[in-house]
């Protein structure tokens, strides 16, 4: 199929869009890589009256580290984020995630922040977002503002950003934690049936932060906090583990689809929990 008639815009500099943006409306949609969105405007789930093109605009590629925080612009791609040593540095769990994100011609043309912003409920980046607490940067003619990413994934394809607001940067504070990340799909590539993100603390033998963020399982990614909460004041240990992978999958309540039904989900939480908090225990700095 072919997408409906849109109007195409191209701003040159970032007050161009926000104009555009404060324009437009509901009726107009961003495009940076497009992976998604263009997808879905061939097959008509989405049909916006306008396109607004944020290419042309400079710097919004780039991401650095601001003393201890890693920032990351609107048009940074996968690619670049994928290959990037700083990420690997700042955000490991980030990358040791990429491999998962879709496959290269997707990961060459896609964005970072555009991925966030469709917000599909079984994506790898808002999971690693919620299980490294980053924030992000949302920008409109009315100001600026920032969101916790526990804030800004609020349901299918559903983010808290405005329809005059452009996500212009991501924010993702480097710690001293160990990381993992496992994920079930159907194919190399494909979405995910579930993933678990998660990082661990560990100070004198025991936890002492710990994160732990799932996708594929409900209407957006989410934290597990009575998860968590288990780990936290406790030794590593395999025990402990099974223990939080069991108190998530208490608390969580998958839906059946076409490609998986509940309990198998349900079955891969409590699989998948205990090898990301291994992975994050190993990877752990010694302290």
């Known amino acids: 199929m072919k997408p409906a008639h849109f109007d195409y815009l191209r701003p040159a500099t970032l007050d161009e869009a926000l104009a ?3 324009e437009r409306g509901e009726d107009a949609r961003v495009i940076a890589g497009g992976q998604s969105l263009v997808a879905m405007m061939n097959l008509r ?20 580290q601001d003393g201890s925080v890693l ?23 980030m990358a040791a995630a990429y491999p998962h994100v879709a496959h290269h011609a997707i990961r060459n043309r896609g964005t970072l922040a555009g991925n966030l912003c469709h917000a599909d409920p079984a994506s790898e980046m808002p999971a690693v977002l919620l299980a490294l607490d980053g924030e992000l940067r949302l920008r409109s003619v009315r100001g600026e503002r920032i969101v916790k990413a526990a804030d800004f994934f609020i349901g299918p394809y559903t983010t808290a950003a405005q329809a005059d607001e452009l996500l212009v940067e991501v924010a993702i504070p480097a710690r001293s934690v160990g990381h993992g990340f496992e994920e079930m799909s159907i194919r190399q590539g494909d979405f995910a049936l579930t993933l678990v993100a998660s990082t661990l603390g560990i100070r004198g033998g025991r936890i002492v932060s710990a994160t732990l963020a799932y996708a594929g399982v409900d ?17 590593p240990s395999d025990a402990v583990f099974e223990r939080a992978a069991s108190a998530a999958a208490a608390s969580i309540t998958p ?19 205990p090898r990301a908090l291994r992975s994050a225990a190993a990877t752990a700095p010694a302290g």
């Open 219 to 235: 209407a957006h990614a989410i934290r597990c906090p009575q998860a968590e909460s288990i780990l936290v004041g406790e030794p």
């Open 255 to 273: 839906a059946s689809d076409q490609h998986a039904d509940a309990e198998y989900r349900l079955d891969l939480i409590r699989t998948l929990t």
């Open 71 to 93: 920032r990351i612009g609107a048009l940074a791609r996968h690619a670049a984020l994928a290959a990037s040593p700083l990420v690997r540095e700042l955000a490991p769990l």
């Open 20 to 22: 555009l943006l404060a």
């Open 45 to 64: 789930f989405a049909r916006p009256a306008a396109l607004i093109d944020i290419n042309r605009i400079a710097g919004l590629d780039q991401h650095w």
